[in-house]
């Protein structure tokens, strides 16, 4: 009895995907629970799997395809399971190559027919984008995600010669120049060069055509919606980072012993934030039609930059969690961001939103709302700086810190005083227990 493959229902905030990787092809015997092809969203990366095994008779939508949920991706027809395993134990020792020979033909409708190397390897899209662009053969890469899984950080390995056995289709340096654009961007819309592609001394002026992730599609979509329906407002301070470098450097040897993390910045932020909420809870809010939410809760996203686009995982009930939790949640959520390992529950909700730009060396910045929250923290670089302390002039470890918030609910010196509350906390890093 034919089988539908359907787009599955993954969260309510996710509607529709994109088809990154058939994983089998047409005419392919499967059995139930095969991964059978890639979905790409907006917020994370899943398989979908054989609902039964047979034959995968028809494919509706190609690589690269837009879909919506409950949409049909093709059909595993059942009846073609033991045809297609019948014919092949028919053809038994016609079909066996002699000995030092390769076995060569098409695929015939209804054979059960191996598939291909490549397709055996299971690996995440990311993984198959660095692969291609570093010309790794992912058939010699070891994976260390889930049931042998290759993740991006084994391609990047593998591509760097320092993962034991794994080896590029081609030695090169780095990845080329201009990297190649994914299949998906290469069916729909191809690398074009500029129109007379003139020779000038520094070579040719060329120009590429790559087509959005459904992630950047998304984040592109919401950045601009929120600027149109948020009265948003940015509010700045400095904050001296002394008293936490010292208590940092005091502690961080015993404190990476006992929990196995280092003491990051992340865990002083995020309760300075939570005690500075508790004191202004309508920055912890969120508009819904003529009324305010507010919530007696802390989810407090952290907002990770990804190779495939920012993300935004969310520390739950974040006031009970230790400074070693704290530390540890977001190093996991830093390394599945970049592995495309995300759950959907990873990235759900928030009460309010932690960015911090001063990771990549940005000294100040206007951070924008991450909807329907109300207000975001921007941290940044912490650099030495002349600052006057009881009419002497001395040398600090200083940090720009930036509060963008929804005028609409949040008054400009209800955020004002957020920020300063945020700013006393870090400054003395005792009163962060007593809190």
Known sequence: MP??????????????????????KQGDVVSAGDPLVELETDKI?????????????RIDHSDGADVKVGEVLGVIDESGASTGA?????????????????????????????????EKTRATPTARKVAQQNE???????????????????VEQAAQGASGGAVSARQVAGPPAVAPAPPA??????????????????GERTEERVRMSKRRATIARRLVEVQSTAAMLTTFNEVDMSGVMTLRERHKQ???DRHGVGLGL???????VIGALRDFPRVNAEIQGDEMVLKHYYDI????????????????????????????????????????????????????????????????????????????????????????????????????????????????SEAVRFLVRIKDLIEDPGALLIE
């Open 301 to 412: 996203g952290i907002a990770v930059g990804a190779s495939e686009g920012l993300v935004v995982p969310v520390l739950r009930d974040a006031d009970r969690l230790s400074f070693a939790q704290i530390e540890q949640k977001v190093r996991q959520y830093a390394k599945a961001a970049e592995d495309g390992t995300l759950s959907l529950a990873d990235i759900q909700g928030g009460t309010f939103t932690i960015t911090n730009g001063g990771v990549f060396g940005s000294l100040l910045s206007t951070p924008i709302l991450n909807p329907p929250q109300v207000g975001i923290l921007g941290l940044h670089a912490i650099k030495e700086r002349p600052v006057v302390i009881g009419g002497q002039v001395a040398v600090k470890p200083m940090m720009y810190t930036a509060l963008t918030y929804d005028h609409r609910i949040v008054d400009g």
């Open 3 to 24: 089988a539908n493959i359907v787009v599955p229902e993954v969260g309510e905030s996710i509607v529709d995907a994109r088809v990154a990787k058939w994983l089998k």
């Open 266 to 272: 992340s865990s002083f932020f995020v309760k300075a």
């Open 136 to 154: 790794v053969d992912l058939k010699q890469v070891r994976g260390s995600g889930d049931a042998g899984r290759v993740m991006r950080r084994d």
């Open 45 to 57: 990366d899943l398989e979908v799997a054989a609902p039964q095994g047979g034959v995968l008779s």
């Open 185 to 202: 961007a290469q069916k729909t819309r191809p690398a074009t060069p500029v129109a007379e592609n003139r020779r000038r001394g520094d």
């Open 254 to 256: 015993s404190f990476k």
């Open 86 to 118: 019948s014919a092949a134990a028919a053809k038994g020792t016609a079909d066996k190559p002699s000995e030092g020979a390769t076995a060569t033909g098409g695929n015939t409708s209804g054979r059960l027919q191996a598939p291909a190397d490549s």
